[in-house]
């Protein structure tokens, strides 16, 4: 796939794009939080996380079409390597699995409790983005 078209963008605005996207499902996760849409909210906190490592990815040049693409080579690339903690490693996995349910299980319940850890979690992944040398500062 493609990174950055010099003639629509350079890679940084790519990064830069996907960090806003971030930024904005996370926002949009508290809105829908606050109004009780907690299947809602759990996908919003999930795709934050998602688009901050495809972030990570873009910065090396790298993008994948799958979600499970995207999330394994973070793993195999930024976790497993330690530039990234493991409970990361660990937390993605668990938002995915609460995204998935959220959105195709037809009789998940999805609690306030668990989507505030979701959240949680979407934040703590951008603050950790932005602690590395991955950082866009």
Same mark, same amino acid.
């Given at each position: 796939? /493609? ?9 940084? +605005? ?54 499970? !693409? ?6 195999? +690339? ?8 493991? /409970? ?8 995915? /699995? ?6 195709? !299980? ?32």
């Amino acid at each position: 796939m /493609e990174q950055y078209n010099e003639k629509i963008g350079t890679r940084k +605005d790519l990064v830069s794009y996907r960090i806003e996207t971030a930024k904005s499902d996370l926002k949009s996760a508290k809105i829908l939080l606050n109004a009780g849409e907690y299947k809602g909210a759990n996908n919003r906190a999930y795709y934050a996380i998602f688009h901050a490592i495809n972030a990570v990815h873009a910065l090396d040049g790298r993008a994948f079409k799958r979600h499970k !693409d995207a999330i394994a080579n973070f793993n195999k +690339d930024y976790v497993k390597t330690e530039i990234f903690p493991r /409970e990361v490693g660990r937390k993605i996995g668990e938002a995915e /699995e609460i995204r998935h349910a959220s959105y195709y !299980d037809d009789f998940y319940i999805a609690s306030k409790e668990e989507t505030e850890r979701q959240i949680a979690v979407a934040g703590v992944s951008r603050k950790i983005l932005y602690g590395t040398k991955y950082s866009m500062k």
